[in-house]
């Protein structure tokens, strides 16, 4: 992210004013349990994955003075492909890259994550990797569990959106106005297994999708 | 005119600011004196209200472009918490934004005081409109179910209640006595005056269901007494604040009690069939958006026209 004050001043006016706009007054979140969200780092909210307004959407729920803290995971493959979208997304939107399967060439990928929760920030991660069918649960990819066991001090927030994957999903750019409800889970700790701490996560987030019944989308 | 108001407005307002300056005391006092958490619906059901009246008086205050602004706000936020209730296809989802575009031209059609068009916009041509441009998309299946969840939808939350738009700018010329803001006023304030007549008089004797399988917390008692105060303020404001005689305003009285009746049950009957319990949560303590303004999408064009057939020829 830039140390550049005036880029911070146009990140910090485009969650203020243009994100809020959007997804507060445009969409409409219901936040159900909004008191288990973090109120300050280092903690990583891992939600499902439909749309690309999904990050937008988590880091509107959290408060403003916080914003500076708040890091988006997001793969590099998908997000650098142009460098106007490369730069939008590492200063505007704050991302942290990172590269998708490069753990089977013996390097860490999420280092970078390890060290952002070091400096107390706040990551944005989707779990499923990618955006996958609207409004359904894929399977999570690992690597949640290796950061949560890496960090096992860090509390992980599992979060269960519906609605954004009706609003903008895979496949679209027209944004079209549907309610959008956000249930937020009980922290949870990495301990010393990391796919035991994927398997339990994954039985969360799937338990905190059934708590209501949205609408068929067919 | 005071804030540009007709001056029975700015009373008839600081009246309705005063009574919920007293309901709010009278929630305090309840919950200082009984249990932490009995009376915890009802506090932030009264928090909403303070929210709710102060974007209406700030509304209808400034000037008639923002009232109608915020009638076709609170359009949008009604279709679009109808739209994320029902099943919709996904094929349709291009079409459903075309839905929402239909709101700043219906209420246009109210802000230049065009009737003929207002009328006719929704269930004439958007009704045709948008079946054929389903039927072009070429998908059948669930065809008939998405033309008729669609058009109902518009037919309450856009072209209902928009009547209280019309109200305001068509009304204008036949009520010297207030304007259209005082006809807007009138209908709005007595329609949910008797919600909470009804809530209220059930709560208190409430015995004799009278819809045990949609609503089963309606009753006779409830909607008899509701009904009957409404006509009674109706009969005191009416003529402070429309054309109308002690008589006729009771009689709208009656008209927007049993209209918002049947407004209420209509919307929960959706909510029955769809399995949810509140339309959504932007209201604490009163649920969604469509919870609140499920009796005016009767209660508007039901006053509307029976003001338009007396009071307008």
Redesign the interface.
């Known amino acids: 992210m830039s140390r550049n004050p005036f880029i911070r001043l146009l990140r910090f006016l485009f969650f203020a004013v243009v994100v809020r706009v959007l997804i507060l007054l445009a969409l409409?979140l219901?936040?159900?349990n909004r008191e288990r969200l973090p109120k300050h780092g280092p903690a990583v909210l891992a939600a499902n994955h439909n749309s690309n307004l999904d990050a937008l959407a988590l880091m509107s729920l959290m408060p403003l003075h916080l914003l500076p803290k708040l890091r988006p995971v997001a793969a590099v493959d998908y997000f650098f492909t142009s460098r106007v979208r490369g730069w939008f997304v590492t200063n505007i939107i704050g991302i942290i890259p990172v590269k998708r399967g490069s753990g089977k060439e013996g390097g860490n990928p999420l280092e970078a994550c390890e060290e952002a929760l070091d400096r107390g920030e706040i990551l944005v991660l989707f779990p499923e990797g990618s955006r996958g069918d609207?409004e359904t649960l894929g399977p999570l990819k690992k690597g949640i569990g290796h950061l949560a066991c890496a960090r096992p001090h860090v509390p992980i927030i599992p979060i269960y959106m519906h609605?954004l994957g009706?609003a903008l999903?895979k496949g679209?750019t027209?944004l079209?106005?549907?309610?959008c409800?956000v249930h937020v889970g009980e922290p949870l700790y990495g301990t010393t297994s990391y796919s035991a701490f994927v398997v339990e996560l994954e039985a969360t987030m799937a338990k905190l999708g059934a708590q209501e019944?949205p609408?068929?989308?067919? | 005119m005071v804030f540009g108001l007709p001056e029975h407005v700015v009373y008839a307002t600081a009246g309705v600011w005063a009574l919920l300056v007293v309901a709010s005391l009278i929630v305090w006092g309840l919950r200082l004196r009984g249990p932490a958490d009995r009376y915890e619906e009802l506090v932030r059901r009264t928090e909403s209200w303070w929210w709710m009246i102060g974007a209406f008086t700030f509304a209808i205050a400034v000037n008639t472009t923002v009232a109608i602004v915020f009638l076709a706000f609170v359009s949008?936020?009604a279709l679009?918490?109808y739209?994320?209730?029902?099943?919709?296809?996904?094929i349709d989802?291009?079409l459903?934004?075309f839905a929402?575009l239909a709101i700043p031209l219906q209420y246009y059609w109210a802000a230049i005081d065009w009737y003929g068009m207002f009328i006719v916009f929704v269930p004439v041509w958007l009704f045709l409109f948008f079946p054929a441009l389903m039927a072009l998309r070429g998908d059948t299946q669930?065809f008939l179910r998405a033309v008729g969840t669609l058009s109902w939808g518009l037919m309450l939350t856009v072209f209902a209640l928009s009547h209280l738009a019309m109200l305001l700018v068509g009304g204008e010329v036949y009520n010297p006595v207030a304007g259209g803001v005082g006809l807007l006023f009138f209908v709005v304030v007595l329609t949910q005056f008797n919600d909470v007549a009804q809530y209220t008089w059930g709560k208190l004797i409430g015995r004799h269901k009278v819809t045990p399988k949609v609503s089963p917390k309606k009753t006779w008692e409830g909607l008899l007494g509701g009904v009957l105060t409404t006509v009674a303020v109706a009969a005191c404001l009416g003529p402070y604040l429309t054309p109308m005689d002690w008589q006729w305003s009771a009689l709208a009285g009656g008209v927007i009690g049993v209209a918002g009746f049947l407004g209420d049950v209509t919307i929960s009957a959706v909510k029955r069939d769809?399995?949810v319990k509140d339309t959504?949560?932007?209201l604490p303590g009163h649920g969604g958006i469509l919870d609140r303004v499920d009796s005016l999408t009767y209660a508007a064009p039901a006053f509307f026209h029976f003001f338009r057939y007396f009071f307008t020829s």
């Open positions: 409409g219901t936040v159900r609207p609605g009706k999903p679209s027209v079209v106005p549907f309610n409800t019944k609408p068929a989308w067919e | 949008y936020l679009k918490e739209l994320s209730l029902i099943p919709t296809r996904r989802r291009g459903l934004l929402y669930g769809l399995g959504g949560g932007l």
